[in-house]
């Protein structure tokens, strides 16, 4: 598991000193995409990776020195985790959603055909947990206080998260129901149907979306059921030539969209900020 912590970036976003933020936890945002970590092997060329083709810059994180809390335009974006050799995980992306009890989520996952591969692990100040949805793909859930800043990283939206499943119909009911989406609760994700995809809305703002078609079987791990995590940027075109150049590739590019592999072989999408 990718134990990047969601919160643990820093009480003021400097590593030091009191809280100057209001605190938001999984208590009142809940259901929604709340964090993305990435799990790699060598944090330095992780680091200059994402330095070279997203522009991010760094700050620490309270579980240590594998740990680092990526920045875009001062803004919270990412975690990464340099514990891929160290406790034997793959090399990957993960959403994290918030959930108001972790315990209470891990077991409606296992109730609806879904896996625990960690946890819930306790971490100051929450829990979190890796889970396996019924068609395999990989996300995490976390209860507890948010990255701080957070409400400027959910303004900014430098992340989008997409689900690519075997039937996105059925996955929203398996995700909902664990996550309670669509539940009349205050402040619980809405769901609407876009012709064949799934959108997921957060206040509003659309925060995933959930398309079929993926097979579970492929040999491909692009084609199988996976959660493709977006990060928004100006230039597409930029972003898919730096990775290149930096020992990275390209799986697929048009004007607005580029899927890309980074050095360590874990995947994502660069999109237009303008695409959504």
Not at 94 to 106: Q, S
């Amino acid at each position: 598991m990718n134990r990047q912590n969601p919160v643990s970036d820093g009480a003021n976003g400097t590593g030091h000193g009191p809280r100057t933020r209001a605190v938001v936890s999984t208590h009142s945002v809940f259901g929604a995409p709340c964090w993305v970590s990435l799990t790699s092997r060598d944090l330095q060329a992780t680091m200059d990776f994402y330095t070279a083709v997203l522009g991010w810059r760094w700050r620490g994180a309270k579980l240590g020195e594998h740990f680092r809390v990526a920045l875009a335009d001062g803004v919270p974006v990412a975690g990464i985790a340099a514990v891929a050799t160290m406790w034997q995980m793959a090399v990957a992306w993960t959403p994290y959603f918030a959930v108001p009890d972790a315990d209470v989520a891990v077991a409606r996952a296992r109730e609806r055909g879904g896996t625990a591969a960690v946890g819930p692990l306790s971490f100051s100040p929450g829990r979190a947990a890796l889970l396996a949805d019924r068609d395999g793909a990989t996300f995490g859930i976390w209860q507890g206080e948010l990255v701080s800043n957070w409400e400027a990283w959910r303004r900014a939206a430098p992340t989008f998260i997409r689900l690519h499943t075997r039937n996105a119909f059925d996955s929203a009911m398996f995700y909902g129901e664990i996550l309670d989406w669509a539940s009349g609760k205050p402040g619980c994700c809405e769901v609407e149907y876009d012709g064949d995809e799934v959108v997921l809305r957060s206040q509003g703002d659309a925060v995933a979306r959930i398309d079929s078609g993926a097979v579970e079987a492929a040999p491909d791990p692009s084609v199988r059921p996976h959660w493709q995590v977006h990060f928004a940027v100006a230039d597409v075109p930029g972003c898919a030539r730096a990775a290149e150049k930096h020992g990275g590739s390209v799986l697929k590019e048009d004007d607005t969209e580029a899927i890309l592999r980074d050095a360590d072989g874990a995947q994502f999408t660069v999109m237009s900020r303008r695409v959504r």
